[in-house]
């Protein structure tokens, strides 16, 4: 099935610093989802993204709609540990928004 | 507000019986999406429901799962005759929209 490229796969990092991911589709999406999944919890949304070139923030966290629609970035300043956890981008395919094509995934390790 | 809420959030089963997720989604939202995910993997959409009907069920195994969104009540979804390939984590998403999407804890599935 189809799916969005999201890199990369792991990031281990020290407390502090500050994380960059990104994902990228062969295909146009009209919105731009960013989730993060805690071990046995289900995601929670943290950015949402509506328009190409769109730049969002959320306390720490700050993603971007790419001006091609065909990929997004999410930024993680100063981590904490509490960042542990898995990010995924998911988004609507352009013309169907009924259900999220998801990425894999970005596993974050944050070392205190 | 409560969240969306699953259950139960463990169930196990033996193969050949019948399993019976239970979602309620947020309070307002009259969109449900069910998805399924195994361990390291990201989520796949298996069906999207409005009340009393289902929408899109492209992502629905054509054999032994049904899902269900009654005018009263959560939604439902159904695994008959369960194997042990179906052991994974099933999550509901709710939204006021067809965007945005709310998710609950999940349940966890395991199949003797």
């Known amino acids: 099935g189809q799916q969005l490229n999201q890199s990369p796969q792991s990031m281990f990092i020290q407390e502090g610093e500050d994380v960059s991911m990104n994902c990228t589709s062969s295909?146009?999406?009209?919105?731009w989802l960013w989730y993060k999944q805690d071990p046995g919890e289900g995601p929670v949304l943290l950015i949402a993204?509506?328009?190409a070139g769109e730049l969002t923030s959320n306390g720490r966290l700050t993603a971007q709609f790419g001006i091609t629609r065909k990929d997004s970035f999410l930024n993680i300043s100063a981590s904490i540990p509490s960042d542990v956890g898995i990010y995924f981008c998911a988004g609507p395919l352009a013309g169907n928004n009924r259900k999220l094509i998801w990425g894999l995934g970005t596993s974050l390790a944050v070392n205190p | 507000n409560a969240g969306v809420m699953q259950n139960p959030r463990h169930l196990v089963r033996r193969r050949g019986q019948e399993a019976r997720l239970r979602c309620s989604p947020m309070k307002g939202h009259s969109h449900v999406y069910w998805y399924r995910q195994l361990p390291e993997e990201g989520l796949k959409f298996m069906v999207y429901?409005?009340?009393?009907?289902?929408?899109?069920e492209s992502g629905m195994p054509k054999e032994r799962f049904s899902a269900e969104f009654p005018k009263e009540g959560p939604s439902i979804l159904r695994i008959q005759q369960v194997v042990r390939g179906d052991s994974a984590a099933y999550f509901c998403a709710s939204s006021p929209m067809a965007n945005e999407q709310f998710f609950g804890p999940g349940t966890r599935l395991t199949v003797l």
């Open positions: 429901l409005q009340k009393e009907n289902i929408i899109d």
């Open positions: 993204l509506y328009k």
């Open positions: 295909s146009i999406f009209n919105t």
